[in-house]
């Protein structure tokens, strides 16, 4: 049997992903989470095969959930499931060590498929969404996303540097960078298009 942990923060798509897996014969639902904090806290306990992860979600996104468990040598094999179909969010979950990402408006029966290639050590991913992915590069460096993130989140540049623990002046060169690399106007405009590219 594989053993799948289901973390989706919407509790009625969860309930109908499990009931879906449910249904298979190879395939046993030990574990649903509704946020990314739980989700490696079940990880850890029940020892799934399998993770099936959404990508927004509190605590932990699915692929700092899947970063985390790469990091602490988890041997679960992770699959993004979202409604995102970003070049960029997919770059960044293999990137994490994602082995599937799949699209929830992919056919059911595509969902179990995935599975069981990804518990055989294969990859599940979209494969028009893989061409754009690889043709579709981030220019951003680790930091500026840090930065360019929180600055389309609001907040002004003496409040990144301190949360960033960097200097108002080091910010600044991030943000212009980032803004110059993405041809933007501004940090606004920056952090919109990122965003819309599933670089942040």
Known sequence: ????????????????LAALLDIEKDIIVVGRAGDGRSALELAV??????????IEMPGLTGIELAAELKRTGHPARVIILTTFARPGYLRRALDAGASGYLLKDSPSDRLADAIRR???GGRAVDPELAVEAW?????????????LRLAGDGQSGPEIAATLGLSEGTVRNYLSEAISKLGAKNRVEAARLARAKGWL
């Open 135 to 147: 043709t579709d590069q981030d220019p951003l460096s680790e930091r500026e996303r840090q930065v």
């Open 45 to 54: 306990s029940e020892r799934p095969d399998v993770v099936l992860t959404d």
């Open 118 to 120: 990804v518990h055989a």
């Open 1 to 16: 049997m594989i053993r799948v942990l289901i973390a989706e923060d919407q509790a009625m798509v969860l309930g109908a």
